[in-house]
């Protein structure tokens, strides 16, 4: 990856940190079609309808999965940045899914449906955790359950960062620090590498 690359977060964060009553299992991520470069709007559209509602119980993250790029020109970089949109046409929604949520994102101007949804009035299906993981990781989230999925000795690719794209096995996973040190080879040769531990994916 180019050194000029970057991932930005353009999560709208709309949890209440002093809700004692909320029960973590039962939150889970749900892709939402929208039009196409219509996805912040939605967003938008959708945090100013949790926050009139006061649904921060039911609905606590949406995430636009975006990425700045720099813009090339004839193949060189040209000093300038843009926003690249990793998944056109949709957004992503932490949510319990009860009647009354479904109803309101569903309704939500700009939403076409879910991504998992028969139609016919049947609620969808919750993206699999495994699934939305490399999402969220690519947006520099890392949340305390995503720790479970590894240990020592996993095979994993870094997936983004300087390494991007190298594969390699888990030495240490340091949870306090967020960091891992990866066996990788290069060159025809074991090497110890320290990344993020939001830069790995299991493989």
Known sequence: MSDEMKFTDTTTD?????NKEQKLGEKAWYVVNTYSTHERKVAYNLTKRVESMGLQDLISRIVVAEQEVPVLKDGLPTGKTRMK?????????????????????????????FVGSSGKGTKPFPVPREQ?????????????????????GDPIKIIRGPFEGTEGKILSINRDTGLVEVEAIFFGRPTKVEVDFSEIERI
């Open 85 to 113: 949109n990793l998944y056109p046409g949709y957004v992503f929604v932490e949510m319990i899914m009860t009647d009354y949520a479904w109803y309101v994102v569903r309704n939500t101007p700009g939403v076409t449906g």
């Open 132 to 152: 939305v993981e490399p999402v969220l990781k690519r947006m520099g989230m890392v949340d305390e359950s995503m720790y479970e999925r590894y240990a020592d």
């Open 14 to 18: 709309i949890s209440e940190q002093g």
